[in-house]
């Protein structure tokens, strides 16, 4: 069976891409107040120019994607050099202070992502059937610690079984995430002209701080 997502990179489908940082994050990560220096985690990353902007504000990034024509694109943007080695089911590939990891989402361990202070999903979650929401909250839940912040970028359509990316509401989203994160909703944006809407979450890790 055919992986779609990996079909439509090699095609050249990726309508999903934004050629500049996403506002949301300009706008709403310097509030979240993480710590300079922290990691930061970015599942099903593509190749998203916020992966640079997070690297700019000092964050180390930690980008996790399943197709390889995405990560080549990301490190096409520059010249500079890129330093690769394998990591335990994964192919890394590193240029300055971003590391792109490429396998399954899924198959990343605690221990790989015990540096990990942050997290930052824009098109994740809704790249995912309902079927695997639950089990990428799960997991996305044991890899970042206790008072770990991020943000959520989520998407709501009209047609509900379109995708992906689908339409995820935010009451799945509270469903999802309320048993491990504390949720605070940021923005709800105006629908677009094909009535997609983005709304803005905050969220932090629930646990005891070590």
């Known amino acids: 069976m055919k992986n779609p ?16 940082t996403h506002p949301a994050l300009v706008r709403y990560w310097p509030a979240l107040g993480v710590g300079p220096g922290a990691k930061v985690l970015v ?9 640079r902007w997070l690297a700019e504000q000092g964050h180390p990034v930690l980008g996790i994607e399943l197709a390889p ?18 990591q335990a089911g ?18 990343l361990h605690i221990q790989q ?13 809704i790249a995912l059937p309902p079927a ?17 912040q991020g943000l959520l970028i989520s998407l709501t359509h009209d047609d509900q079984e379109a995708g992906p990316p689908f339409s995820v509401s935010g009451q799945e989203i509270e469903r999802l ?29 629930r646990g005891p701080l070590v």
């Open 43 to 51: 599942p099903l990353c593509g190749k998203s120019l916020d992966m």
């Open 69 to 86: 024509e995405a990560i080549e694109q990301f490190f096409a943007q520059r010249s500079a050099g890129v330093a690769r080695y394998p």
């Open 113 to 125: 992502a015990a540096e990990v202070g942050a997290f930052y999903d824009r098109a994740s979650l």
């Open 177 to 205: 995430m309320t048993p491990n994160f504390r949720l605070e909703l940021l923005e709800n944006g105006e629908a677009d002209d094909r009535g997609r809407c983005e709304s803005v979450w905050a969220l932090k890790r």
């Open 90 to 107: 994964f192919d890394v590939s590193r240029q300055g202070n971003v590391e792109l990891w490429c396998g399954d989402f899924f198959h």
């Open 132 to 148: 695997t929401r639950e089990r990428y909250a799960f997991h996305l839940a044991q890899l970042v610690p206790p008072g770990a």
């Open 5 to 20: 997502w990996r079909q439509r990179w090699k095609e050249g489908r990726i309508g999903f891409h934004l050629h500049e």
